[in-house]
């Protein structure tokens, strides 16, 4: 099992820069893939960012070229650069784990950290 925090949400002005941090503890955090999902109120959860162990990434075209994700296994931890930011960017941010090689998948989540852009 691993359990995961996140931090770095807040109210930020369109344009402007957030990061958040989401910290790991209690399994071996490289062998997992590790991503970020946001749900807006009213809608459905959806996919950000994705980082698997190997370092290979994937992007949201919603969030390409503004957002960047990168982990740290040596902090457990995984970032989301997140910039240029725009008023749909607007929701709660979860962070998510899970080991591709591993079936049937199972996923775990943080509790969420809302990000807010507005003027």
């Known amino acids: 099992q691993v359990q995961l925090v996140e931090s770095g949400g807040g109210l930020v002005q369109p344009g402007g820069s957030l990061r958040l941090s989401c910290a790991a503890a209690?399994?071996?955090?490289?062998?997992?893939?590790m991503g970020w999902y946001r749900q807006a109120p009213g809608k459905q959860r959806e996919f950000v960012a994705r980082?698997?162990?190997?370092?290979?990434?994937n992007y949201a075209d919603s969030v390409k070229g503004r957002f960047t994700i990168s982990r740290d296994n040596a902090k457990n931890t995984v970032y989301l650069q997140m910039n240029s930011l725009k008023p749909e960017d607007t929701a709660a941010y979860y962070c998510?784990?899970?080991?591709?090689?591993?079936?049937?998948?199972?996923?775990?989540w943080g509790q969420g950290t809302q990000v807010t852009v507005s003027s």
């Open positions: 998510n784990a899970y080991i591709a090689s591993m079936y049937p998948r199972r996923d775990y």
């Open positions: 980082i698997i162990s190997g370092g290979s990434i």
């Open positions: 209690g399994s071996i955090f490289s062998m997992y893939t």
